[in-house]
């Protein structure tokens, strides 16, 4: 790299040859010759290499070389229990130690399925290109040989079914934990959190298996560890909401954490790693490790609208009520009127009718926001997903779009 016209180098291998760390003996030299600086005078042979990332003649007394697949999945789950989006993002993460100037090639058995694929300096991109292979020098030691994406998985290890029911200024919380495919291995590290809602004043959680414990910033985290053989993990209790607040109008995210040793879930395989140029044969040890990253469920609704039936007026948790118009004709000039409109509709029966209906068929009275929402909004699907996904006041409509 070039600064100003200045030669400048960033590679850690030959910044950690030039400049020593500061030890015991250094200090005692720089007392004695007084000078303070740690730079070298020379610099490194590497720095003319061709591969400036490796030491020159390196050499250990045991060549061995692991190569470990470090992948998270990425999920949201919705209330239904259906997959929203489900995708892992990996690394190819290696510990080198060999000696002299060895050439790998590691190959893959399905390298189809990587998406968004990024390498470490050291890798030939040409072999890649052609025929999906990588072909490198490694640095010594450990480094990140490659990071990938796996998108579109159908398949997820854990079910976590929530469910929480609000009435008479007290809700009920229960939270059901499972195997839902199995990996194969031991899945283990599993834990359950989500945030309490600001207007609960006081908690009260058990479960029938792990640990229950509310932080104080009304974190409430449940460790579970693994999931035994004779029963399946749930915890339940009740929330008492806020004096005046009748039922609970903001529902909780679950975040779920797990680790599977053993098995990258994305499905991907090394298929061999071949070396040359090295005095001796050396030891080649492969691992996999699947963790979860932002892994998602949302909350199952409940009897929240136990009074309210399709066609019928607003549900009795909107507050203050607002009158849901039966037809067009009936909006007020307020947009929150209209938004209550879109949002009694899809709560109904058939919230297609809401996209059957022409912009231009709106009253005068209708805002220039909820036009453009029905205009963009025309595929029959787009709707329902958002009428599952937000259903507790016409706010989640404004916060929204």
């Not at 292979?133 to 450990?142: A, C, H, K, M, T």
């Not at 079914?161 to 199995?182: A, E, F, H, Y």
């Not at 959680?205 to 693994?226: D, E, P």
């Not at 937000?390 to 989640?396: A, E, F, I, S, V």
Request: proline share 9%; charged share 20%.
């Amino acid at each position: 790299m070039i600064d100003n016209g200045f030669p400048l180098t960033t590679e850690p291998n030959i910044l950690r040859e030039m400049i020593a760390p500061p030890n015991i003996v250094s200090k005692v030299l720089s007392v004695v010759t007084g000078n303070s600086s740690n730079v070298k005078n020379t610099l490194p042979d590497a720095t003319a290499s061709s591969v400036p990332w490796r030491t020159t003649d390196l050499k250990h007394t045991n060549n061995d070389v692991y190569v470990d697949l470090v992948e998270e999945m990425d999920a949201i789950i919705n209330r239904d229990g259906a997959l929203v989006k489900c995708e892992i993002y990996g690394e190819v993460q290696v510990n080198s130690h060999l000696s002299g100037l060895p050439d790998l090639t590691l190959s893959f058995a399905n390298p189809s399925i990587l998406n968004d694929v990024r390498f470490h300096p050291c890798v030939r991109f040409r072999p890649w290109e052609s025929d999906q292979i990588l072909s490198f020098v490694p640095p010594d030691g450990e480094f990140k040989l490659m990071s990938y994406r796996v998108k579109n998985l159908k398949n997820y290890p854990l079910y976590v079914k929530p469910q929480i029911t609000s009435d008479s200024g007290t809700c009920r919380v229960s939270v059901l934990v499972g195997l839902r495919n199995d990996p194969g291995k031991t899945i283990d590290s599993i834990t359950v959190q989500f945030q309490l809602p600001s207007c609960i004043l006081s908690a009260d959680l058990t479960s029938n298996h792990g640990i229950v414990n509310i932080l104080a910033n009304k974190t409430c985290s449940w460790s579970i560890g693994r999931i035994p053989k004779d029963k399946a993990p749930s915890m339940s209790g009740t929330l008492v909401l806020e004096t005046g607040l009748e039922r609970l109008h903001v529902f909780p995210t679950f975040q779920v954490s797990f680790r599977i040793m053993g098995v990258a879930l994305s499905g991907l395989q090394i298929d061999k790693l071949d070396m040359k140029n090295l005095p001796t044969r050396p030891y080649k040890g492969f691992r996999a490790l699947t963790r979860a990253g932002e892994f998602e469920v949302r909350e199952a609704l409940g009897p929240l609208y136990k009074n309210h039936k399709p066609g019928s007026s607003d549900p009795p948790h909107l507050n203050p009520p607002i009158a849901s118009p039966n037809s067009p004709s009936d909006f007020s000039a307020t947009p929150t009127h209209h938004l209550s409109y879109l949002h009694h509709h899809l709560l109904s029966s058939n919230p297609a009718t809401i996209l059957n209906r022409s912009p231009t068929s709106l009253p005068s009275a209708a805002t220039p926001s909820l036009v453009f929402l029905l205009t963009a909004t025309t595929a029959a699907a787009t709707i329902p997903v958002y009428a599952k996904r937000h259903h507790c006041c016409q706010l989640c409509w404004e916060e929204e779009w």
